[in-house]
C-alpha cells in the first residue's frame, strides 16, 4: 500500500526508524537543509494533490515510497528543519476507529534474512500468501452484513469507506455461515486480469485504487475495477487452517486460495516465484510469511509485528541521487553524459551509471549533482533514465568538453582534452574490428600512456621489449610477448589497417593501396557502387586529413604494405 496516502508522517516515521549516524546524513548546513526538505515537501504534496484530486500518479508507486522514505531520512538527520505542515503530507484525517488495528509489515531485504526468521520461528505454523499492491481495507460485519469499512489511517484511526464499500462488488455486503462479528482486513486491488508481475510490474495499480477511493464519488465503472483480497481474520479462530475453513464457508474462496503453509525458505521462493512468473488477477509487491498462531487480536498496535513479515520483489524502478554527472568521448567525437549515481539495486542488477546520450539531452533535462532522478531497466538489463523526480536547490556548475574540438578525425595524439577520444581510437585500433591484437585492452593502452612510451597513435608499433619490460607491473615475459603481439601487427592486410584508422565505409571500392585512394576525388568514390555524395566527402576528407597522412606514413616507415 502506499504508506505516504494513507499514514501520517509519525507513523511512517515508526516503521523506518532506526538510528541516524552523521555519516548517513548529507552534508548541508541549516539554510540548504530547509531549502531541500521544502522542496521535496512540495514535490510530495504535489503528487498527493494530483493522486487524490486527479486520480493521477505523476510517478511510479515505488518511486513515491523511495522519496517520501527519503524525506524521513532526511527529517532525522536534520529534525529542526522541517515544514511545520509535514504531518499533514499524508491523508489521513479520518476519525473513525478502526475494530481492530492495522498493524503494518516490517520488510526483509532477501531470502537469507527471511530463512533466519522463520528459523527463529522453528519453520513451524507459518504461511504464504502473495503481498497485493493496492490499499488496506479493514472490514467489520455484524450478524453476517457489512457494517463499517476503515482505511489504514494512522492504523488505529482511518477513513470511512463505508459507502464506497457498498459500491464496490467484490465487497460482499452479506457473509454466510458466519459468527455474529467478524472484522476482516485486506486489500483493495485494482482488477488486472492475467497480470504477469515479471514483465509488467505494479502498473501504479495501487495508486489506481487510492485515487479512486480518494474522491467524493466512485462510480459503478471505477467501482468494478476494484477487486478484495482478505489476508486475515483478526478475529477468528486461533490456528490458520480453521480461519481458513471459515473463511471458505464465508464465500472468501479466492482469498483462500492465495494462502499455503510453507516449512522452508525453498517452499517460500517456490510460491514467490510462481506469484511473480505466473498469471495473477492483481499486481503483488512480493511476498508475506505469517504465523498461524499470534497473539489476540485486542493486543495488535500500529507498528510492525512479530509474527509476519514481507519480502518484497526487486524494484522495477528506483530513486537515485546523482553523485556528478561525467561526460565520455568515443573515437568519433561523440560526447555522451554519464550520471555517476548513488549505487541502487534494480532486479539482480546493482545500477551506479546511466547515460543520457546527448550533451543536447543533458542541457534539456539540465541534471546537476544532487538531482534525485528515476532508473529502470530497459530490456531487463540496460539501466535507463526515466525521469528527474525533483531538483536539488543547490545548483553545481558542470562543463561538457568543448563539441567544437571533437569529431571523427580529432584526438590522434594524447594532448591535454584528448585523452579519452585518444584511448577510444587505440582501443578501435587493437580491437576485433581493428587488428585485433590479442591480449591487449583497456589496461595495457592506459599503461603504457601512464609510462610515457605512448603519444601518438602509432607510438607502440616500435616499441621494443627492453622498453616495455620497464612498464610497471609488466614484466620480462609479458614485454616479450606485447613486443610479438605489436612485430605481428605489421603483417596485417591493407584493408584491416584502415578499418583499423576506422576509415568511413567504402562500398565496394577496392582498397589497393594508400597513393591511389588518397587521389580520389569525390566523383571517383561517388562512381564506386554504394558510396553517396555524403560518404564520398567524408572518404575524401579522411584520406586528405594531415593527422591521417601521417598515420600512413608512419606505417609507410614500419614496412606495412600498400602504405
Known amino acids: 500500500m502506499r504508506l505516504g496516502w494513507l499514514l501520517p508522517f509519525a507513523a511512517l516515521a515508526v516503521f523506518s526508524a532506526r538510528a541516524v549516524r552523521a555519516a548517513d546524513c548529507p552534508d548541508w548546513s541549516p539554510a ?38 527519503r524525506y524521513a531520512h532526511w527529517r532525522r538527520c536534520f529534525p529542526g528543519h522541517a515544514p511545520a505542515e509535514l504531518a499533514h503530507l499524508a491523508d489521513a484525517s479520518g476519525r473513525v476507529r478502526a475494530p481492530v488495528v492495522q498493524t503494518g509489515l ?19 505454523d507459518l504461511w504464504v500468501q502473495p503481498k497485493a499492491d493496492g490499499v488496506a481495507v479493514t472490514l467489520l460485519y455484524l ?7 476503515t482505511s489504514r489511517g494512522d492504523g488505529l484511526h482511518g477513513s470511512d469507506w463505508t459507502a464506497f464499500a457498498q459500491r464496490i462488488g467484490a465487497i460482499p455486503k452479506h457473509l454466510p455461515n458466519a459468527p455474529a462479528r467478524v472484522v476482516l482486513q485486506g486489500e483493495l486491488y485494482w482488477r488486472l486480469p492475467g497480470h504477469l508481475q515479471a514483465n509488467d510490474g505494479g502498473v501504479n495499480a495501487r495508486s489506481l485504487v487510492a485515487g479512486a477511493l480518494s474522491r467524493d464519488t466512485l462510480d459503478a465503472a471505477t467501482a468494478a475495477q476494484i477487486g478484495l483480497f482478505v489476508w486475515d481474520w483478526p478475529s477468528g479462530p486461533a490456528d490458520m487452517p480453521a480461519r481458513l475453513a471459515g473463511l471458505q464457508a464465508m464465500g472468501l474462496a479466492d482469498s483462500v486460495t492465495y494462502i499455503h503453509p510453507v516449512k522452508t ?84 542488477h546493482r545500477v551506479q551509471r546511466v547515460g543520457l546520450g546527448s550533451v543536447a539531452r543533458w542541457r534539456q533535462l539540465d541534471i546537476r549533482p544532487g538531482d534525485q ?124 589497417w584502415l578499418h583499423a584508422l576506422d576509415m568511413p565505409a567504402s562500398g565496394h571500392a577496392e582498397l589497393l593501396d594508400w597513393a591511389s585512394l588518397s587521389a580520389y576525388s569525390s566523383n571517383d568514390w561517388q562512381a564506386i557502387d554504394g558510396i553517396g555524395p555524403g560518404r564520398a566527402d567524408r572518404l575524401v576528407e579522411f584520406f586528405t586529413h594531415p593527422e591521417v597522412r601521417a598515420q600512413a606514413a608512419r606505417l609507410h616507415q614500419a614496412g606495412v604494405q600498400g602504405f
Not at 531485504?109 to 528459523?119: C, F, I, K, V, Y
Open 106 to 124: 516490517a520488510k526483509l531485504p532477501d531470502g537469507d534474512a527471511l530463512a533466519e526468521w522463520m528459523r527463529a520461528r522453528g519453520n513451524q
Open 265 to 348: 525458505i525453498e517452499d517460500v521462493k517456490r510460491w514467490r516465484e510462481r506469484w511473480y512468473r505466473h498469471a495473477m488477477p492483481f499486481a503483488a509487491d512480493g511476498t508475506v510469511v505469517r504465523q498461524g498462531h499470534r497473539p489476540a487480536a485486542s493486543s495488535w498496535s500500529a507498528t510492525p509485528p512479530a509474527w509476519a513479515i514481507a519480502w518484497k520483489y526487486p524494484a522495477a524502478s528506483a530513486l537515485a541521487e546523482v553523485r556528478a554527472v561525467t561526460f565520455t568521448v568515443g573515437r568519433s567525437g561523440r560526447i555522451t553524459p554519464v550520471l555517476e549515481l548513488v549505487p541502487v539495486q534494480l532486479d539482480d
Open 32 to 69: 540548504q537543509a530547509r531549502q531541500e526538505l521544502n522542496a521535496l515537501h512540495d514535490r510530495l504534496d504535489g503528487w498527493n494533490h494530483a493522486y487524490r484530486v486527479d486520480g493521477q500518479s505523476p510517478v511510479d508507486d515505488a518511486v513515491y515510497d523511495q522519496a517520501l522514505q
Open 373 to 496: 532522478v528515476e532508473v529502470v531497466l530497459a530490456g531487463l538489463t540496460i539501466p535507463r533514465l526515466q525521469s528527474v523526480v525533483w531538483r536539488t536547490q543547490q545548483r553545481a556548475e558542470v562543463t561538457p568538453p568543448d563539441p567544437g574540438k571533437h569529431d571523427p578525425l580529432s584526438c590522434w595524439q594524447a594532448t591535454p582534452g584528448c585523452g579519452q577520444q585518444f584511448r577510444a581510437r587505440l582501443l578501435r585500433l587493437g580491437g576485433k574490428q581493428g587488428l585485433q591484437l590479442d591480449g591487449i585492452g583497456a589496461g595495457t593502452w592506459q599503461a603504457l600512456i601512464d609510462a610515457g612510451l605512448i603519444h601518438g597513435l602509432l607510438d607502440w608499433i616500435d616499441l621494443s621489449p627492453a622498453q616495455l619490460a620497464a612498464v610497471p607491473g609488466f614484466g620480462q615475459a609479458r614485454a616479450s610477448t606485447l613486443a610479438q603481439t605489436f612485430a605481428s601487427a605489421r603483417q596485417r592486410s591493407f584493408d584491416r
Open 143 to 149: 450478524d453476517g452484513q457489512l457494517q463499517q469499512a
